[in-house]
């Protein structure tokens, strides 16, 4: 359970290292704030926000809209539940492999290259 763990304990974990790509220390951020805002947090809280992740159904959206979205996604997530509900709710949205970084990392390993990937989207927008 996270609010058990130290910063350091936490980043140490299995799970940490595989969505970091071996890289933990770079999702310090995300922990550090995951561990403040979590730290009353109870195992019923844990189960219901993990159901509501997990379970609920993803919002409509034209066609028309979806071809406006980017989805970029590690190779692990395409095993996972999320993955496999985003290609079948939006499946004309673009998705793009980014196994490079780990879960939500790119912005931060490569700043530089997700502003120019930003900068890319909307001109074509």
């Excluded at 406006?68 to 290609?87: E, N, P, Q, T, V």
Aim: glycine content about 4%; overall charge positive; some cysteine.
């Amino acid at each position: 359970m996270m609010r058990s763990k130290t910063v350091e304990e936490y980043l140490a974990t299995p799970m940490i290292s595989k969505i970091t790509g071996g890289r933990p220390e770079v999702y310090r951020v995300y922990i550090e704030d995951m561990l403040t805002v979590c730290k009353d947090l109870t195992d019923v809280t844990s189960d219901t926000v993990t159901e509501t992740c997990t379970n609920q159904p993803l919002a409509a959206i034209p066609a028309a809209l979806q071809k406006h979205m980017h989805i970029w996604y590690g190779k692990d997530a395409m095993k996972m539940f999320f993955y496999k509900g985003l290609r079948k709710a939006y499946p004309q949205a673009h998705y793009r492999e980014m196994s490079k970084y780990g879960h939500a990392m790119y912005c931060i390993m490569d700043p530089e290259g997700y502003v120019k990937d930003i900068e890319k989207i909307l001109r074509k927008n």
